[in-house]
């Protein structure tokens, strides 16, 4: 257990964060606002990172010294709301009430077992599989964790894995990140993608290619990072072979007219997502449309309580903020700042290609680490230019080089997909840490080196 030092020291450095923001314009001046949109993220991500606060709490201490102290315009610091993530979010948890309370999640789990295999590693792979093969199809990671996740836990429940246990624990785990961090390597599949292909084509008339993109990150970052994915997990959370847990408890699918009710909804909004380059509809207004129409009392798809009860508000606040961090740091100034500190500590090597490649991979995960994944192509994407007078690489390449960061998440505050399964399973940040430090670091060591030299021969350095 903690000694009372190291339990008091989050809260500590919490309010010298918070101290900082007060008194950041009486001591800096002109740039007292990068300062203060650093202190209110420190105090924020503290908090969260070491469980020192519920989520929600820090949430709302950012918003409110954000506010308060005038750190962006309001717009800005509340843009996590009326950003499209976010309403994925809330569709993604009314997907994964929905999944459970209909019984669709059972009935789905059933089915791949059979189809996945009967031991617990096969399982593992069959999950993460399962999620990388719906990224092509499913361009919401929140929605592919919602779809998921439920049949996860159905899984684990048939398998005997009770709460706690870390088969458990493990299948969840597979559902979440095999449909998250490999399909980083498909441009459309995660949002971050999708932020740093706009700011490019803003900033600089930069264009990625759907192909392009997919041939130079997902045989590395894609496949190898999903069997280094099943490895992890196995011995990270090991467990005995499963065995049948028998029926669901009793109602689980008690209304088949329910159950047929959500199938053809959920159908129509993955046909619709995988459609979207037709019809032009973004894929977070079909997912709240989708989830509208399964909070309808009448289909009684959800319990009647639901959004009193069952919606996790203290969730869904806390990803608004971790969206708006980084459009404020980016509006405060701090992401110039950091830029320039971050060109300066790097000592960039004109020549040395690979290296420098390396250490912008580097950058973009410190940079993800301060904020959250979608603010990192935010910040860094203005910065490219610099960047690549500073290496000698091109453009290009210097873009390309952030999706070794963000594709390299360390801590679940950083990702709302990551979020949304700790919600919908219960499973505490811990166990998602300790995975997503073990995948982070391998991927450095092995996936990185790997990824340069597939970046070598196909000319892009």
């Known amino acids: 257990m903690p000694g009372p030092i190291s339990a008091a020291l989050p809260p500590i450095v919490s309010a010298a964060g918070l101290l900082l923001a007060v008194i950041a314009p009486w001591i800096f001046g002109d ?3 990068a300062w203060q949109a650093g202190g209110l ?5 503290v908090l969260v990172a070491t469980a020192a606060a519920p989520e929600a709490y820090a949430a709302i201490l950012f918003f409110a010294g954000a506010a308060i102290l005038g750190v962006a315009p309001p717009d800005t610091v509340f843009s996590g709301f009326h950003s499209g993530a976010f309403w994925l979010v809330l569709s993604g948890l009314v997907f994964g009430a929905a999944a459970r309370h209909a019984g669709l999640a059972d009935r789905l789990a059933r089915q791949a077992a059979g189809v996945f295999g009967t031991s ?32 996860a836990l159905a899984l684990a429940e048939r398998a005997g894995y009770d709460a706690g246990h870390p088969g458990r624990t493990g299948l969840v785990m597979a559902a979440a990140l095999g449909t998250f961090f490999p399909p980083f390597g498909i441009l459309p599949a995660n949002v971050p993608n999708m932020i740093l292909t706009g700011a490019a084509e803003t900033l600089y008339d930069h264009h990625f290619s759907y192909g392009g993109w997919l041939a130079l990150h997902f045989p590395v970052l894609g496949i190898l990072k999903a069997v280094l994915l099943v490895v992890l997990l196995v011995r990270l959370f090991p467990a005995p072979p499963p065995r049948e847990a028998g029926a669901m408890a009793p109602g689980a699918a008690a209304d088949p007219r329910a159950l047929g009710r959500l199938a053809l909804i959920l159908g129509a909004t993955l046909a619709l997502w995988a459609t979207d380059w037709l019809h032009g509809l973004k894929p977070a207004w079909v997912g709240l449309s989708a989830a509208a129409l399964i909070l309808t009392p009448g289909l009684r798809l959800v319990p009647a309580d639901f959004i009193r009860t069952g919606l996790p508000v203290g969730t869904l606040i806390f990803i608004a903020a971790m969206l708006s961090l980084g459009a404020v ?6 992401g110039d700042a950091m830029g320039g500190v971050m060109i300066d500590l790097a000592g960039f090597e004109p020549g040395a290609d690979a290296l420098n490649v390396y250490k912008l991979g580097l950058i973009s995960t410190v940079v993800g680490l301060l904020g959250s994944l979608h603010g990192t192509p935010a910040i860094l994407t203005p910065l490219a230019a610099r960047l690549a007078e500073a290496t000698g690489l091109s453009l290009d390449t210097v873009l390309m080089t952030q999706a070794l960061g963000f594709s390299t998440a360390l801590l679940p505050y950083q990702s709302p997909p990551v979020i949304v399964a700790l919600g919908l399973s219960g499973i505490g940040q811990g166990p998602a840490a300790r995975a997503m430090i073990a995948l982070g670091l391998a991927a450095m060591l092995l996936l990185w080196p790997l990824d340069l030299v597939w970046w070598t021969v196909l000319g892009r350095i």
């Open 31 to 33: 740039v007292a606002p």
């Open 329 to 334: 740091i980016s509006a405060a100034g701090l």
């Open 41 to 45: 993220a420190l105090a924020m991500l």
């Open 120 to 151: 617990y590693a096969a399982l593992i792979a069959g999950l993460v599989a399962a999620g990388v093969l719906l990224a092509f199809l499913v361009p919401a990671a929140v929605g592919r964790v919602a779809l998921l996740v439920p049949i």
